[in-house]
Structures are given as structure tokens and as C-alpha cells.
T-cell receptor, first 113, second 112 residues
Framework: QKEVEQNSGPLSVPEGAIASLNCTYS??????FFWYRQYSGKSPELIMS????GDKEDGRFTAQLNKASQYVSLLIRDSQPSDSATYLC?????????????FGKGTHLIIQP | DTAVSQTPKYLVTQMGNDKSIKCEQN?????MYWYKQDSKKFLKIMFS???????INETVPNRFSPKSPDKAHLNLHINSLELGDSAVYFC???????????FGNGTRLTVT
């Protein structure tokens, strides 16, 4: 059973601070990991993808992957009110056949002005 | 020039009816998906098609039937709708199973 776990929140962060979102996954065969942002009433949009251990930076966003601990995180620097949304962590298992992404239930992030 | 488009955006219907949701992508992707997002925002895969062939069929009721006339289209037909079918249904596409998903805007289905 492939599962992705996230704290549903809400996670409240003051504007300008660093928001830290965390995610764990159950299947060691998972090899690709993604963070999606979903505004209320909208579709998920891809923020970051990460495939190897370590950090990956893209603007204000940094994704971190630790396969030994089965842990993925997303850091948002200089948080803005427009970052307020639900953040979905997703893992892709590549162990044979073609599998869809397994999503976590999302973390609701609130950036306080 | 919408990448993944699905229609209708809203669908309100009564129990027992049959309805369809259409999806089209112009990204040239080979793989298309249907995801269901329930009231708790949990996003779960229902079906996946790779170049018109079904490659995933998660444990969804057989009242749900995907149809792919070509690799740019993936429609979802639902028979004998039930109250529990109320959710937002997202179509998505990707270049392949290892690639990120591009989602459509979703269809909010309400069964009364």
C-alpha cells in the first residue's frame, strides 16, 4: 500500500518568514517526488519536482529529499500572502507498469500579512 | 490555447442518471488520467490511459467507464450516479508515467 502522509494544518506563517512543509512516504520504491499548489476551487499546479537526494532550489522554493528517511520537504522563503494555498506532496512509484501519482491529503498554508 | 480542458465545469444531476465528462489535451502527451478529489480534498487516481490503452484501473465501481478515442482525448462516463459520486473530477496528462501531471480545471459533480 503506497501512502503519502502530510500534516493537514492549517500551518500559519507570518509574511516574510520561511514556511516549511513536510511529507513522508511509505514505499521505498518511490523515485520521483512532486509538490503541487492548489488554490481553493482551482486545479493543482506543479511547484517543484525532485528525483535525487539533497536540495533543489527554484526561486523562493527549495525542495529537499531524503530517501533513507523517506522524507520530502518544501521550504518557501520570504512567504507572501499569495502563497496561501493547499500544498500537495506526491510520490511516483516506478516499480513496474505505469503508476499514477500517489498524493498526500495536503497541508493548508496560511501566510499572515 | 488551454493545455488540458475538460467540460463541463459544473454538473448537477439526480441519483440514477448517467453523465459524461469530456477531456482534451493539446500538449502532445501520451498519458492521460482521471483523478477524483473528495470533499476532504484527497486526490486519488481513478484511471490512466497511455496512448489509448488502459494501464491503471484502480478499485473504482464499474459504473465508471473511461473512453479514449485518441491519445488527445479521455472521456469519463458514469452510470447510475450515486450521492457518494459527488466530488471534483480532474483530468490530467503527462509526457509519460515518470513525468509531472498537468491538470485540467476540474468538473464539480453534484449528485442530488
Amino acid at each position: 500500500q503506497k501512502e503519502v502522509e502530510q500534516n493537514s494544518g492549517p500551518l500559519s506563517v507570518p509574511e516574510g518568514a520561511i514556511a516549511s512543509l513536510n511529507c513522508t512516504y511509505s514505499d521505498r520504491g518511490s523515485q520521483s517526488f512532486f509538490w503541487y499548489r492548489q488554490y481553493s476551487g482551482k486545479s493543482p499546479e506543479l511547484i517543484m519536482s525532485i528525483y535525487s537526494n539533497g536540495d533543489k532550489e527554484d526561486g523562493r522554493f527549495t525542495a529537499q529529499l531524503n530517501k533513507a528517511s523517506q522524507y520530502v520537504s518544501l521550504l518557501i522563503r520570504d512567504s507572501q500572502p499569495s502563497d496561501s494555498a493547499t500544498y500537495l506532496c506526491a510520490a511516483l512509484y516506478s516499480g513496474g507498469g505505469a503508476d499514477g501519482l500517489t498524493f498526500g491529503k495536503g497541508t493548508h498554508l496560511i501566510i499572515q500579512p | 490555447d488551454t493545455a488540458v480542458s475538460q467540460t463541463p465545469k459544473y454538473l448537477v444531476t439526480q441519483m440514477g442518471n448517467d453523465k459524461s465528462i469530456k477531456c482534451e489535451q493539446n500538449l502532445g502527451h501520451d498519458t492521460m488520467y482521471w483523478y477524483k478529489q473528495d470533499s476532504k480534498k484527497f486526490l486519488k487516481i481513478m484511471f490512466s490511459y497511455n496512448n489509448k490503452e488502459l494501464i491503471i484501473n484502480e478499485t473504482v465501481p464499474n459504473r465508471f467507464s473511461p473512453k479514449s478515442p485518441d491519445k488527445a482525448h479521455l472521456n469519463l462516463h458514469i452510470n447510475s450516479l450515486e450521492l457518494g459520486d459527488s466530488a471534483v473530477y480532474f483530468c490530467a496528462s503527462s509526457q509519460g508515467p515518470m513525468s509531472p501531471l498537468h491538470f485540467g480545471n476540474g468538473t464539480r459533480l453534484t449528485v442530488t
